[in-house]
């Protein structure tokens, strides 16, 4: 699987988008981007994935290069509850591929 | 709505104590995956399983082996218990083909 590369805090005021940033220079072709995140002593969660094509669901757009060698997490209104770790995973769909995370970015959602 | 619970949420074992970490999922998932997670370490992958009885080595299995008997269940065990393996345990689950994993709330273990 490609490495990531993302910031290890940011802060984001309540109420503005949150724009979380991540490098894979080296994905591959067949490589997904995809994001998670971890609220304190809770399990990580599932929020998006694409491969080439920007994506957007209930919970925040994926905005990923031409070349797709970085891609931005974007929440459009972060609140408090937002304030987690988020893991950017460049990952092959294939079946039986191993799921493994990197540090992640430490976001803090401010009043 | 989509299930992967873990054993226990707290246990407290003895330096030397064979303990058993148990996670079941309910959503006949092929993969299931064991992490530990530790302050500045992140989430590290130990074992992972992609069909019954069948396990692949993550980055730090030393110390551990599982046991996936069932599609649903995958224990993760620790022979002999010791010290450093205190940490957060998480479980997780996806299809063969995923396009994303679900996980348990974890164990947080501590060996005394």
């Known amino acids: 699987d490609a490495k990531t590369t993302q910031p290890t805090s940011m802060d984001c005021a309540e109420g503005r988008a949150a724009n979380l940033p991540c490098n894979h220079s080296t994905i591959s072709g067949n490589e997904y981007v995809y994001w998670y995140r971890q609220i304190h002593s809770q399990g990580p969660q599932y929020i998006i994935h694409g491969l080439k094509n920007n994506e957007t669901n209930e919970m925040a757009s994926l905005i990923i290069t031409e070349d797709r060698k970085s891609s931005t997490l974007i929440l459009p209104h972060a609140t408090l509850r937002d304030t987690a770790v988020y893991y950017c995973i460049v990952r092959a769909n294939n079946a039986g591929n191993m799921l493994t995370f990197g540090g992640g970015t430490r976001l803090m959602v401010k009043p | 709505d989509v299930k992967v619970t873990q054993s226990s949420r707290y246990l407290v074992k003895r330096t030397g104590e064979k303990v058993f970490l148990e996670c079941v999922q309910d959503?006949?998932?092929?993969?299931m995956f064991w992490y530990r997670q530790d302050p500045g370490l992140g989430l590290r992958l130990i074992y992972f399983s992609y069909d019954v009885k069948m396990k692949e080595k993550g980055d730090i299995p030393e110390g551990y082996s599982v046991s996936r008997e069932k599609k649903e269940r995958f224990s993760l065990i620790l022979e002999s218990a010791s010290t450093n393996q205190t940490s957060m345990y998480l479980c997780?689950?996806?299809?063969?083909?995923?396009?994303?994993?679900?996980f348990g709330q974890g164990t947080r273990l501590t060996v005394v």
């Open positions: 997780a689950s996806s299809s063969f083909v995923w396009t994303e994993a679900f």
């Open positions: 959503m006949d998932h092929e993969n």
